[in-house]
């Protein structure tokens, strides 16, 4: 049996205006663009994508599941995403070589340092 990753559900209070802060801080394409179903990918004919959902009710503690990301410069992508409107996030972390942001809606999402080899 075959399973494909189609995407990743994002609850959101306002899928449309969380979908699109995603959609320029990955520079990914919106494939579908209604407020009760807000998806982007990285290229229409690519997956997986995010899926934005609208819920009623506020995010209330750390995300069980976040997002990893490796730029080439890790202090260039925290401040343009810091620019667009993420912000630090403490969730107990410490001191490691990845950055903790949160995007407007407040879910957490790292950005990773060089990788190391080994």
Do not use: S, T
Not at 9 to 29: I, N, T
């Amino acid at each position: 049996m075959a399973v494909e990753w189609e995407q990743v559900v994002v609850d959101a209070a306002d899928p449309v205006a969380l979908g699109r802060w995603w959609a320029e801080a990955l520079g990914w394409v919106v494939v579908n663009d209604a407020a009760d179903e807000y998806e982007i990918r990285p290229a229409p004919d690519r997956l997986p994508g995010l899926l934005f959902v609208p819920v009623p009710e506020p995010k209330r503690v750390k995300n069980r599941l976040h997002l990893d990301f490796r730029p080439d410069d890790q202090a260039a992508e925290v401040a343009r995403l810091l620019a667009l409107g993420a912000r630090h996030a403490e969730i107990g972390q410490g001191e490691q070589p990845w950055v903790v942001l949160a995007d407007p809606e407040g879910n957490e999402f790292c950005v990773l340092g060089e990788r190391r080899p080994g």
